[in-house]
């Protein structure tokens, strides 16, 4: 069976030269200083993307990790009908009736198709490989072509906010090169929000193993 895959949602499809790699980071992120309450014990995964079955793969490997941290996570998908109009009335009312106290939402924002250039390169054996001048000076040297490839990168907003009221609590863009598995990338993007989040207080830090 083909691995879901985001589409237009969260995770779009990347370059197989870069699939073996970590290819999720952070180029921003934010924190409410104002926010001096205690960390979140209880929080619903929320992925926005028309793809139910890749948001049901982000939302339950999100949450899984959040647990594997401490946090009682629950997938939106549980809580929330399967259809892409989901209206924020129908979240609130989910999400009181769960009894959580934070929501963090996932979306995507943009996906771009980049090109990389690896430069040539000329290989010679060095000259104490030769047995004399004539040698050396009649080898040939070997040249390997500059190469090009694509990809694509997408930019995702995380955001954590309180179940109560309006105002964020945190927010971060990351920007990923690998999005065509959607379990990878989830483990990858889950890891450093919650080491974010866990360092900026809003979530405790995980059990001792």
């Avoid at 139910?52 to 809580?79: N, Q």
């Avoid at 010679?124 to 004399?132: D, L, T």
């Avoid at 390997?144 to 609590?169: C, Q, S």
Wanted: glycine content about 8%; proline content about 8%.
């Amino acid at each position: 069976m083909r691995a879901p895959s985001l589409g237009s949602g969260i995770l779009l499809a990347a370059s197989v030269l870069l699939a073996a790699c970590t290819t999720t980071h952070f180029t921003s992120a934010w924190r409410d200083s104002t926010y001096q309450g205690p960390p979140l014990k209880k929080i619903v995964v929320v992925g926005v993307a028309n793809e139910i079955a890749a948001r049901r793969v982000f939302e339950d490997e999100f949450s899984k990790a959040l647990i594997a941290a401490g946090v009682d996570a629950t997938p939106g998908y549980r809580l929330l009908p399967e259809k892409p109009d989901r209206s924020v009335e129908q979240l609130r009312e989910a999400v009181m009736h769960n009894e959580a106290d934070g929501i963090l939402v996932a979306r995507t924002l943009r996906t771009e198709r980049r090109t990389d250039y690896t430069p040539g390169t000329v290989m010679v054996g060095p000259a104490w490989g030769y047995p004399n001048f004539w040698g050396f000076y009649g080898a040939n040297a070997f040249y390997t072509e500059p190469t090009f490839y694509t990809y694509d990168v997408v930019t995702i907003e995380t955001n954590l906010w309180p179940a109560k009221d309006g105002h964020v609590l945190w927010s971060a863009l990351s920007e990923s090169t690998d999005p065509s598995n959607v379990v990878k990338l989830t483990g990858e993007l889950s890891k450093l929000v919650i080491g974010a989040l866990v360092e900026q207080k809003l979530i405790a830090p995980p059990p001792p193993k």
